[in-house]
């Protein structure tokens, strides 16, 4: 990525984000076109292929990608882990401890296959 002060402008709204490794002054030129479209690529030792999701958490920094074969499981348990994560943090807040917090709302975090 580069140009960091005029991408940080863009994103203080709210509504335009970047991602990036790192930081360049090297530009690609007006002349940078792609080599390839809609082909599964490998992003961090995971293959991301077209039609899976990228979901994107600014505040933790982190990315989470969803094969499209598994967006409507996932959609499926995602209400009850945001409620016990909500729970938690309420838990939390009162001084229970994070393992007794987890403890008592553990029926939404057992792995399902």
């Given at each position: 990525m580069r140009d960091v002060a005029g991408c940080a402008e863009l994103c203080a709204t709210g509504d335009f984000?970047?991602?990036?490794?790192?930081i360049s002054?090297?530009?690609t030129t007006l002349e940078a076109k792609p080599w390839a479209v809609d082909v599964p690529v490998k992003v961090g030792g995971?293959?991301?292929r077209p039609g899976d999701f990228a979901v994107l958490d600014e505040a933790?920094?982190?990315?989470?990608?969803?094969p499209r074969e598994k967006l409507a499981e996932v959609a499926?348990?995602?209400p009850g882990l945001k409620e016990a994560d909500d729970a938690v943090l309420r838990d939390v807040q009162a001084w229970v401890g994070l393992g007794e917090a987890f403890q008592r709302h553990r029926e939404h975090y057992v792995h399902r296959t």
């Open positions: 984000a970047v991602w990036s490794k790192g002054t090297v530009g995971m293959v991301v933790e920094k982190g990315i989470v990608v969803i499926e348990v995602l």
